[in-house]
């Protein structure tokens, strides 16, 4: 009985400090990891060969971020957001307009650099990568005081993946930052069309 004892005890200390090195490797992974949040504006367009009547479309964006520094003032960050993406195109009337509408789930990696102007602000500079999957849209056409739309599910020889390029312009103020954003998707959506997502973005970030 006492040998068992012992070994509930034995076994009890080694869970324990088990658990102790699973905090402190969990805290050292997070050292220097800032979280940000971010909101704004999308002017959301599309380039290509069959895009030159497609005209700029606002729609918003939303999601959150980390980024962690690697050597001098460089860092790589990730993370996720929602954003919508799209066109409009204007008909020979001010009646007459088609407008395409996608509400996408995108996630951003970046390489990024900061440059320190003063004390409590800084310059970022960032590029890279993302990848989307368009969750929903529409496609609206009005005309002659008709209308008609189709939704995303009822679009033939469409694929809700994409791939693109990424880059940005930002300036922070302590923990509150302004962002200017550019994206390009890669990918040809639409089998026999080509249209490529070309997206501005303004952004509020807040550091936590």
């Known amino acids: 009985m006492k040998k068992i004892l012992a070994l509930a005890v034995i076994a009890m200390f080694a869970v324990s400090a088990s658990a102790q090195r ?3 490797a969990s805290k050292g992974a997070l050292d220097n990891v800032e979280f940000y949040g971010h909101a704004g504006l999308t002017f959301a367009s599309l380039a290509g060969d069959d895009a030159d009547d497609w005209k700029s479309n606002t729609g918003w964006n939303l ?30 009337t001010s009646d007459d307009k088609v407008t395409l509408n996608i509400t996408t789930f995108e996630v951003p990696v970046n390489f990024g650099y900061m440059i320190n102007l003063a004390q409590g602000v800084d310059l970022d500079l960032h590029a890279g990568a993302f990848v989307d999957v368009d969750m929903f849209g529409k496609f609206k056409v009005k005309s002659g005081g008709m209308s008609d739309s189709s939704s995303m599910g009822d679009w033939d020889d469409f694929s809700r993946l994409n791939l693109g390029v990424q880059a940005g312009l930002g300036l922070w103020f302590n ?13 040809q959506q639409w089998e026999d069309v080509e249209w490529y997502p070309s997206d501005f973005t303004v952004s509020l970030l807040y550091k936590f």
Do not use: C, D, H
């Not at 923990?175 to 990918?187: E, H, R």
């Open 22 to 24: 699973g905090k402190v």
């Open 63 to 92: 999601g959150a971020e980390f980024r962690k520094p690697l050597k001098g003032a460089w860092y790589w960050g990730a993370g996720i957001g929602l954003q919508t993406k799209g066109a409009k195109m204007k008909g020979s």
């Open 175 to 187: 923990q509150i930052g302004v962002n200017l954003g550019y994206s390009y998707g890669f990918m």
